[in-house]
């Protein structure tokens, strides 16, 4: 089975609300975690990313949280827009295997 | 220039016809990848090229073909395929090969439609 997976397929906010977008991973020795966002047409963009030595990383309106006991991580949207309606993907790298392997995806739809 | 370019953005081929899908940068990234995207699923890794040589072939069917010119070009040359090969085929690239951590930043993709 994959060793990546979410737990909600759809999200659906208001304009302005936090979102958070939840992803549960299962093997012990995924060492990097990436976030991805893709557009309707378009391929992935990289939003964010977290090493396993670190559990909290911030960027602009981004955060990702990496909980390593349960193996699980999350991105949590800020004051959530319209523009940010799209399929998120979270990926993960298993240490030695250097490539990336991505979770089923969670489409976030935000209402104006 | 920072992007991954693809062309073509849409292709309609028969099962007996030869094309290629073509994949550029010009960040001086060493690894690029080709992956397979069908509707509402994910992303799947075929192929990897690190400092040009084919490093990572995830069991792709030998109708598909990669090729890597040069550090900034990859081709997937396509033949005989199949209408379940019908999908979204991204390209991406990272500044380092492969056992590395950086980030893989890809191309818009070339829609693909087999009939």
């Known amino acids: 089975g994959e060793s990546v997976g979410l737990h909600l397929p759809t999200l659906s906010v208001q304009e302005g609300d936090n979102s958070i977008i939840n992803c549960a991973y299962s093997n012990s020795a995924s060492d990097y975690f990436i976030w991805y966002k893709q557009e309707s047409g378009k391929g992935p963009q990289f939003i964010i990313d977290i090493r396993s030595n670190m559990d909290k990383r911030q960027g602009q309106r981004v955060t990702v949280l990496l909980n390593k006991t349960v193996k699980h991580l999350s991105l949590q949207i800020a004051a959530t827009q319209p523009g940010d309606s799209a399929v998120y993907f979270c990926a993960e790298n298993i240490r030695g295997y250097s490539t990336l392997t991505f979770g089923k995806g969670t489409m976030l739809l935000v209402s104006p | 220039d920072t992007e991954v370019t693809q062309t073509p953005k849409h292709l309609v081929m028969g099962m007996t016809n030869k094309k290629s899908l073509k994949c550029e940068q010009h960040m001086g990234h060493r690894a690029m990848y080709w992956y397979k995207q069908k509707a509402k699923k994910p992303p799947e890794l075929m192929f990897v090229y690190s400092y040009e040589k084919l490093s990572i072939n995830e069991s792709v069917p030998s109708r598909f073909s990669p090729e890597c010119p040069n550090s900034s070009l990859l081709n997937l040359h396509l033949h005989a395929l199949q209408p379940e090969d019908s999908a979204l085929y991204l390209c991406?690239?990272?500044?380092?090969?492969?056992?590395?951590?950086?980030?893989?930043?890809f191309g818009p993709g070339t829609r693909l439609t087999v009939l």
């Open positions: 991406a690239s990272s500044r380092e090969g492969l056992n590395s951590y950086n980030e893989q930043f």
